[in-house]
């Protein structure tokens, strides 16, 4: 696949996340098996309805991209209400946006390997956690 199909997969497995977030579609991982493998198509699958029932009105949006050659890395601005118990802190219906990285690694039309990294503190903080260093 060239760069740019790599950089429209990418787009589509963002789309299909979302896709996951509202009701009509949220049995429906159609889009996902197409643009992830096996493994990783199961992996997401396994996210919901947990990932529903936490930040029922989740949005994914693609602010950045790069691709080359096989790996394609999206800067994205994600955003959502909490509705659930998360890392300790209890439901209280604060809206947050965050940032985060995914690297993706495209083999044959699928999405084989996934990593991320999202800046988590300033998650905590805005959902009204707190971090308290160790004392030692």
């Given at each position: 696949?060239?760069?740019?199909?790599?950089?429209?997969?990418?787009?589509?497995?963002?789309?299909?996340?979302?896709?996951?977030?509202?009701?009509?579609?949220r049995?429906?991982?159609?889009?996902?098996?197409?643009?992830?493998?096996?493994?990783?198509?199961?992996?997401?699958?396994?996210?919901?309805?947990?990932?529903?029932?936490?930040?029922?009105?989740?949005?994914?949006?693609?602010?950045?991209?790069l691709?080359?050659?096989?790996?394609?890395?999206?800067?994205?601005?994600?955003?959502?209400?909490?509705?659930?118990?998360?890392?300790?802190?209890?439901?209280?219906?604060?809206?947050?946006?965050?940032?985060g990285?995914?690297?993706?690694?495209?083999?044959?039309?699928?999405?084989?390997?996934?990593?991320?990294?999202?800046?988590?503190?300033?998650?905590?903080?805005?959902?009204?956690?707190?971090?308290?260093?160790?004392?030692?």
């Open positions: 696949m060239s760069v740019e199909e790599n950089k429209v997969l990418a787009h589509k497995c963002f789309d299909a996340l979302n896709q996951q977030f509202y009701k009509s579609n049995h429906d991982f159609t889009l996902i098996d197409e643009v992830m493998s096996p493994k990783w198509a199961n992996e997401i699958r396994s996210w919901f309805p947990g990932l529903n029932d936490l930040w029922p009105d989740h949005h994914i949006e693609v602010t950045d991209m691709a080359e050659g096989n790996m394609v890395w999206c800067r994205l601005t994600t955003s959502g209400t909490h509705h659930g118990d998360w890392e300790g802190i209890p439901a209280n219906g604060k809206q947050w946006t965050n940032t990285i995914w690297y993706l690694t495209i083999v044959d039309q699928k999405i084989v390997d996934i990593e991320w990294t999202f800046d988590s503190l300033h998650l905590v903080k805005q959902i009204g956690g707190t971090i308290t260093p160790s004392q030692s």
